[in-house]
């Protein structure tokens, strides 16, 4: 096949995550029958998402303003700080409805050694300096996945809090809401049975 | 939440084939954290799959040329015509390397009565004015997918190609390699009898 247009924008929507090879063809073929109205209004919004979208100066979470409009409103619970590891999972506690307080977004998802990513660079430093100086934050809440290295992150998280401290809870592990137990691994019927509640 | 930029641009992705509204806003997610150059990289992918890819004028592929580099070939065997309901169908045949002759890839998949998509529409015309002209072509061979619509759209050309006095094949039905018979449906099962071969 010579058609290297297409291999170029392929090899482009391979890279998305998720995006197999084949399934970047689809998308590829996809947009080479967008209408010309599609095409641009596409083009204009990948260039706004790269050109109008920011860090919030406070909690890290993607803004299209300095100061995002949670860490600006007035009617969420200051006492309480949800660190979070990525932008989704804002989104996901925010769907729920279920959380009222601030969030803070971890710059790296993860401490990884083997990466070079330490304390320094999962933003830690500014999580300190957060908790030093508000001093309307009573709980800081772990909601981070339920891997190793995650896991090793909330317990620095953990250390640092502390120090300032603040109180430290973490999201309850467990079966998901519908789901089969026996298909779950050993870690997560043990970590489910640990985290058990009265019934 | 307030990140319109975000929404917009998941709006456009979740347009994309297979990708839901959770995948588009990971992959906006995937964008926004694109370096400048990786951005523009695929701005300009997009922006010349849309102005350099037009359709060859003999196969109706997609092509960076008026006509493809296998319609243009020397070396394909010219006696067979396949036809195809998409340019990802000629790319699968390409990869599997068992075929080497020339392509017709219909305008529309199938014929589709509620839709208005009749004979003219999925290019009939054209594919019959090319096997009329085309003395070379003895062979006509259908590579359609197994749904009904398509066998439907099938027999259309069967007829368009058995007027221009071609010989007539269709690719066989069956269970896939390394299908395992119990997880399909009757119809499968039927068709793999039925195109049973010596063994």
Chains 1, 2 share one sequence.
Do not use: W
Request: one cysteine or more; glycine letters at 8%.
């Amino acid at each position: 096949m010579s058609d290297n247009i297409i291999e170029n924008l392929t090899d482009h929507l391979a890279k998305f995550p998720g995006v197999g090879r084949k399934t970047a063809k689809r998308l590829a073929y996809y947009i080479v029958d967008l209408s010309d109205e599609e095409a641009s209004g596409l083009i204009d919004a990948i260039k706004l998402a790269k050109s109008g979208v920011t860090k919030c100066k406070i909690c890290g979470n993607y803004s299209e303003k300095e100061i995002c409009d949670i860490c600006a409103s007035e009617y969420r619970d200051c006492s309480k700080l949800m660190v979070v590891q990525n932008p989704k999972d804002v989104d996901s506690f925010e769907k729920s409805k279920v959380y009222d307080g601030k969030y803070f977004v971890l710059d790296e998802e993860e401490i990884n050694p083997l990466k070079g990513i330490g304390a320094k660079e999962i933003g830690l430093d500014r999580l300190e300096q957060l908790l030093n100086e508000n001093y309307e934050i009573k709980e800081v809440i772990l909601a981070l996945n339920g891997n190793v290295m995650s896991s090793q992150t909330g317990l620095l998280i953990k250390a640092a809090a502390k120090k300032s401290g603040k109180e430290v809870t973490r999201i309850s592990q467990g079966i998901p809401s519908g789901g089969v137990l026996e298909y779950f691994d050993t870690d997560t019927i043990r970590a489910a049975f640990l985290d058990r509640k009265e019934f």
